[in-house]
């Protein structure tokens, strides 16, 4: 048994050259390629190519807690705990929780170590979008609906870590 479960768990069906992780389809691909994809898309797309991203990591962070809520029976807290500890496991970065205020439908998350921004260098902008997106989908099955999530340091623009705030919609035009 490894240090890191999801690699224990890691299912491979060499039939169909899927990797499973508890029955959820996973895919294993280098930060550099996300980080090329990135760059191409926004030089063609411009700022909507953020958004993009960022609505693929909504989606892929919505169903995950949805999946392993229902799989697990998992509280709010036990989702938050879940998705950091997986975040980590699977190689995006070092997740921390800094704030977590359900009254008020707000999350914080702190990254060390993103692999996408180390990946795409320096920038004069927030470049985890797709982390930014997981977290806001994640936090809109808390919330019980859509959320907003702003990278407020990236290591890309120079900081030490990567921290995202989330905020329920109608908690945050209030």
Not at 74 to 85: A, L, T
Not at 123 to 137: D, Y
């Amino acid at each position: 048994m490894s240090e890191n479960p999801i690699l224990d768990e890691l299912v491979h069906d060499q039939s169909t050259g899927s990797l499973l992780y508890k029955g959820v389809r996973y895919l294993l691909i280098r930060p550099e390629t996300i980080a090329g994809f990135q760059k191409a898309l926004t030089e063609s797309c411009g700022k909507e190519a953020c958004e993009n991203l960022f609505a693929g990591g909504y989606a892929g962070g919505s169903l995950s807690a949805k999946k392993y809520k229902e799989l697990h029976n998992f509280s709010d807290h036990e989702i938050i705990d879940f998705m950091m500890k997986m975040g980590n496991q699977i190689g995006w970065g070092n997740f921390s929780l800094v704030r977590y205020d359900p009254g008020v439908k707000h999350l914080c998350v702190a990254v060390k170590d993103s692999p996408f921004a180390q990946a795409y260098g320096q920038s004069s902008r927030s470049v985890c979008h797709l982390i930014r997106g997981v977290l806001a989908g994640m936090a809109s099955v808390l919330f019980g609906g859509d959320c907003s999530a702003e990278e407020v340091q990236c290591r890309a623009r120079g900081h030490e870590n990567c921290r995202f705030e989330i905020n329920a919609r109608e908690a945050h035009s209030a």
